[in-house]
């Protein structure tokens, strides 16, 4: 399936990415509170659009 080289690489840029990720964040995060405020607005809209549509397929499927 997998060498262990592989698993070795896989686990060390897992690792890397995740505090890239989390460096540029702590750097933007200022940026996101001034910008973005606001934006669950949206995340709660999107999610209950998935939940209606799901709904509404459960209601035509019988």
Known sequence: MFSKGQWIFAAFFLVSFIIAIVYAYKGDKDLHKKFYKG???????????????????????H
């Open 39 to 61: 934006s669950y607005w949206v995340l709660i809209g999107f999610i209950l659009f998935i939940l209606l549509l799901f709904l509404i397929k459960i209601f035509f499927k």
